[in-house]
């Protein structure tokens, strides 16, 4: 029968033991310390990945089904040991019931994924993320990392979509000022055919919103124009898409630019605007959150969210735009060319908590609905 390694080894020091001096037995004596020693700190370590691997990493965010499935089958062709479960959620959903699991003590998701910035970068100035420092960090640009605990990983063209066999193209709204000037010369053909986010139920709209506000001096003329052809609220972009390809919506207002051109690439009943008077670019951000069962399995992912090979997923398969440019595919600088310099990007800033204050996300709220109020009931 064969002799167990370890078993050999021992015996061998043993019978040198015996045969040496007193200084040598000492010597040995320190050699079999140190041999146990690494041993036990080797195993340990495969213990301790081997309970890694066995353990379910908890993701949840706003990201779509078919956008988040290719970067979770990429992880785990690397980690085929470790279990991943998403949970879809709107942004609101998101963070209150994020917020609520913290306040009771529960567990919450080890890694939180969101569109809606300002709602991420407030749970975060809460003290309710972990510091993570990535081998990445070089590779993204130094505005997608905030107090090393939010992560941007890929970032969105705020866009609008049309309807292309319905509406002719002399009717393509190519910027906000075209959109109202429409509304108002054709109130008949659009009445109760333009949709758009309702920011009152939906995070990334209410960001939308709080952006327009910044950056359009007609923003709240266009929101009348809105409310005066019958506009149709509505909780995800990917509901205004699927309205305005079957036909209900003639145009959709500020969507989730990857999944418009993702839908537009295979329907040819769609098609996508960036607006000429400027074009919102968003980012999409993660953090590791402090309430987590599996924050080092968070930490896992975010590092190949934020890796090359992970990028090239985003880029490839997830239809999304990159945070990196180096992942060969459209970056933000290519972005605004394409948008003649009119790219403004929504940045983790300081700034972005101002709007989600709940006394001036009220009074904001507030102010939409007065302008919306003649609006179609919502769907």
Excluded: C
């Excluded at 939308?208 to 124009?225: F, G, K």
């Excluded at 898409?241 to 209900?248: E, N, W």
């Excluded at 009119?342 to 989600?356: D, E, F, H, I, T």
Aim: hydrophobic residues 45%; proline residues 5%; charged residues 20%.
């Amino acid at each position: 029968m064969a002799i167990p390694r370890a078993v050999s080894r021992m015996a061998t020091l043993e019978l040198r033991w015996r045969s040496t001096t007193a200084l040598g037995r000492v010597v040995l004596f320190i050699v079999l310390l140190v041999s146990a020693g690494l041993r036990s700190t080797d195993a340990l370590a495969q213990d301790r990945a081997a309970t890694a691997d066995s353990r379910s990493l908890l993701i949840r965010g706003t990201l779509d089904a078919p956008a988040v499935e290719p970067i979770i089958r990429a992880f785990r062709a690397l980690h085929p040991a470790v279990r991943v479960e998403y949970e879809e959620r709107s942004s609101i959903e998101l963070h209150t019931r994020f917020l609520r699991a913290a306040e009771n003590g529960e567990a919450t998701a080890d890694l939180v994924m969101s569109s809606a910035i300002d709602l991420q970068m407030k749970l975060v100035n809460d003290g309710h993320a972990l510091v993570h420092h990535t081998p990445h960090a070089r590779a993204l640009p130094e505005w997608a990392i905030w107090r090393g605990e939010a992560f941007a990983f890929s970032f969105e063209p705020v866009v609008m979509v049309y309807n292309r066999v319905l509406l002719p193209p002399e009717l393509r709204p190519t910027s906000r000022y075209r959109l109202v000037d429409l509304l108002r010369n054709d109130t008949q053909r659009f009445q109760g055919r333009i949709g758009t986010y309702d920011p009152a139920r939906s995070g990334t709209g209410y960001l939308y919103l709080t952006q327009d506000m910044e950056h359009s001096p007609i923003v709240w003329e266009l929101i009348r124009a809105l409310s005066e052809a019958s506009v149709q609220l509505f909780a995800t972009s990917s509901s205004v898409i699927d309205a305005v390809a079957s036909g209900d919506l003639l145009i959709g207002y500020n969507v989730v630019g990857s999944y418009a051109l993702a839908r537009a690439t295979s329907d040819p009943r769609l098609d996508v605007i960036m607006p000429e008077d400027y074009t919102l670019v968003v980012a999409r951000t993660a953090f590791i959150s402090r309430h987590g069962r599996h924050p080092d399995l968070a930490r896992l992912f975010l590092d190949f969210l934020l890796s090359r090979n992970g990028q090239q997923v985003i880029a490839g398969p997830s239809g999304l735009f990159p945070i990196r440019a180096d992942a060969g595919a459209e970056s933000i600088a290519d972005l605004n060319r394409r948008t003649f310099g009119g790219a403004r990007a929504v940045r983790m800033s300081p700034g972005l908590l101002v709007y989600v204050d709940r006394l001036k996300r009220e009074k904001v709220l507030s102010r939409w609905r007065d302008a919306i109020q003649a609006g179609a009931p919502l769907p």
